[in-house]
């Protein structure tokens, strides 16, 4: 997470089922809607925003594409939001949806046809115009398999057909009530208007040429140094809780990729940098402390830090041994020890902040207990050799865990965890994009996985058996599990999508497909130079953003 990248919430249709969006108060306690986070803003001056100015950035990992659709790395969803907009917006106080990009929306009393009015006058980068035929396009080439999309092509399944009446009218028509779906549509990454013109002009080299409606434009990519994006001067579409409501203030906005950490702080010091993203929490205390800048601090929907487990791989195929591996790691000990305190434990595929969380998780997950995992193991038929290594009919328990860079820490922590039960753990570090290629091909019998979330839907992705090839990177294929997603999917009623996500916290429990690691907080430190800068949800939102001096 999200992201991991950042992503999708949950919305009943019992607020929906009538009139106009400009009529529906989409209250959370009443629809079952996840609630996000407030968002944080660094420390506003007096007087008057100033136009022009660049604000740098920092990030700890490169885009592997800026094409929205083709990508499942935060890094790359991150910048991508910054060129595009929404369908709709979510009101951050109260959750309540309200057209953007579109002027109004209309849901049919069965759920399944929604029709979106669309705003006039607003252009892509490129000049040409945001149209309902444009937007069928756009997600037409999400749900085409040619395309190998990632997030986006799960988001749109429940769509049947697309259509585009006229210039301003476009509808969608549903198989079946889909509860996330609404607010996907206020997801400014993978579910944005693509330009048309500019994915046939530029084909397979699209996602270096990225062409959105937002309030940035991309200018240029430096391969492993920074991307470059330049104020959208035409852009008046901002969301409706912004001031601002016309172009952004700065005249440029450069993100730099400075991946280890104290070279970022110390780039932020010399002021070659604004702003530093993902501190780590060690290095952020001495910040707070400090009028120069301004600590941005969120804790995260979704999990901070999990482990895939392999079902391809003949060991991990036993119930047994991956209960035993749940079993064998310490997380109390990984968060003082990694997040000095500042996060927690998680229990479950699900973060407390989640909707469809059980708090009776705590009752009936796995706790540490390295005992125990041994004593699995040995029913399991893994002995342990002269070496100190489990084994089983010759073959020593010896797995692969793919890991990068930030995580080593994590992956050293893991391996000798797991080395006290006798099994043997390689790490293979690679960069992160590498690390998910690696990840769809099954390549690994264990890998470190993150995500940001707030709707359970989300996890769909990575258990459901038709992702097997893409986030399924454990190949599980289970019916039931199956079932239960889809059910979660399609359910609205609030009270009844609780239970059914319930029961799937039990099975994928019961079944020990993931180890849960813990649930970090998120640190960002942004330089006072940059005023009325927002981070919410890991989206940067730097439409009152303005550069002092």
């Known amino acids: 997470m999200k992201k991991m990248r950042s992503i999708g919430l949950a919305v009943g249709l019992s607020c929906l089922l009538l009139i106009s969006a400009t009529g529906c108060g989409n209250n959370a306690a009443e629809t079952g809607q996840a609630e996000p986070a407030a968002p944080t803003a660094s420390k506003q001056a007096s007087g008057e925003p100033k136009e022009g100015g660049t604000i740098t950035m920092a990030m700890p990992s490169e885009p592997d594409t800026l094409d929205v659709q083709r990508t499942n790395m935060l890094s790359s969803d991150t910048i991508a939001m910054l060129l595009g907009d929404t369908l709709l917006s979510q009101d951050p106080d109260t959750h309540e949806m309200k057209p953007n990009l579109a002027e109004s929306y209309n849901i049919t009393e069965d759920g399944l046809t929604w029709t979106f009015t669309l705003r006039k006058g607003i252009t892509f980068h490129d000049g040409t ?180 487990m392999n079902l391809r791989s003949k060991p991990l195929q036993d119930v047994q041994v991956r209960k035993a591996l749940n079993m064998a790691i310490n997380k109390e000990a990984m968060v003082k020890a990694i997040l000095l305190g500042e996060g927690e434990v998680a229990d479950g595929p699900l973060s407390p902040n989640m909707f469809g969380y059980d708090p009776a998780i705590k009752q009936y997950t796995y706790h540490y207990d390295s005992e125990q995992a041994t004593q699995l193991l040995e029913a399991a038929g893994w002995k342990a050799n002269g070496q100190g290594i489990v084994e089983k009919d010759g073959q020593p328990l010896s797995l692969t865990l793919l890991s990068s860079e930030r995580w080593s820490q994590q992956s050293q922590l893991v391996q000798a965890m797991l080395k006290e039960i006798g099994i043997e753990v390689k790490i293979k570090n690679m960069d992160f994009g590498a690390l998910l290629d690696s990840a769809s091909k099954g390549e690994f019998d264990l890998v470190f996985m993150n995500y940001t979330e707030f709707d359970p839907d989300f996890i769909s992705i990575f258990l459901h058996s038709k992702e097997i090839g893409g986030m399924n990177h454990a190949a599980i294929d289970n019916k039931e599990l199956d079932g239960l997603l889809d059910k979660g999917r399609a359910t609205v009623g609030k009270a009844d999508r609780q239970k059914i996500y319930e029961a799937i916290q039990k099975l994928i429990v019961e079944q020990a497909y993931w180890i849960p690691l813990y649930i970090t907080k998120d640190f960002q430190v942004v330089s006072n130079r940059v005023q009325g800068t927002v981070y919410k949800d890991v989206y940067w939102n730097f439409q009152d953003s303005w550069v002092n001096g």
Do not use: C
């Open 129 to 308: 115009p945001l149209t309902a035929k444009a937007l069928k396009a756009t997600y037409e080439r999400a749900l085409d398999p040619k395309t190998q999309a990632k997030d986006a092509r799960t988001r749109l399944q429940p769509l049947q057909s697309i259509e585009a009446l006229d210039d301003q009218t476009f509808v969608m028509h549903l198989k079946e009530p889909s509860a996330p779906l609404l607010l996907n549509l206020s997801n400014l990454s993978f579910l944005q208007p693509l330009s048309s013109a500019a994915i046939q002009k530029f084909g397979d080299q699209y996602g270096r040429n990225p062409v959105g409606v937002g309030p940035w434009k991309f200018e240029s990519w430096k391969p492993g140094e920074s991307i470059t994006l330049v104020r959208n001067e035409s852009y008046h579409s901002p969301s409706p809780y912004a001031k601002n409501k016309g172009p952004v203030h700065p005249e440029r906005l450069v993100i730099k990729f400075i991946k280890d950490n104290q070279t970022m702080m110390a780039a932020l010091e010399s002021g070659s940098i604004d702003i530093a993203t993902y501190v780590a929490p060690k290095d952020v205390k001495k910040y707070k402390k400090n009028d120069t800048y301004t600590v941005l601090e969120q804790m995260r929907s979704g999990l901070g830090l999990f482990v895939e």
